[in-house]
């Protein structure tokens, strides 16, 4: 069976920890790509990664993309979000669908 598993600043990912995902705080894009290359080799099925941690480590995140197993899930820190991960579903919403259906949800 796959784990879940949570990589960025310990602020922004410590809370994972209470609904029992496994959490991976990190520095910097270094020690972020060393951990996600980790986890996809311990049977990590789904890794969230905060989108700060994530533009560090974007050639990482693409490799990973292209891999049914790790799923790689962008996530807002705790200072806010940056839309990349809001982004990357849409993308694959449209791609799925044949169309943005989340186009005008925000009026």
Known sequence: ???IG????KD???AFKSIG???YPVV???EARATIDSLADKQYGLIFVT???AQEIEETIQRYKKKIVPAIILIPS???TLGIGMRDINKNVEKAVGSNIFA????
Request: hydrophobic share 30%; aromatic share 4%; glycine share 12%.
């Open 21 to 23: 995902i496994d959490v």
């Open 28 to 30: 910097d894009g270094r």
């Open 104 to 107: 005008n949800s925000d009026k």
């Open 6 to 9: 949570a990589v960025g600043d």
């Open 51 to 53: 989108e700060h941690i």
């Open 12 to 14: 922004s990912i410590l």
């Open 1 to 3: 069976m796959y784990k």
């Open 78 to 80: 705790n200072q806010g």
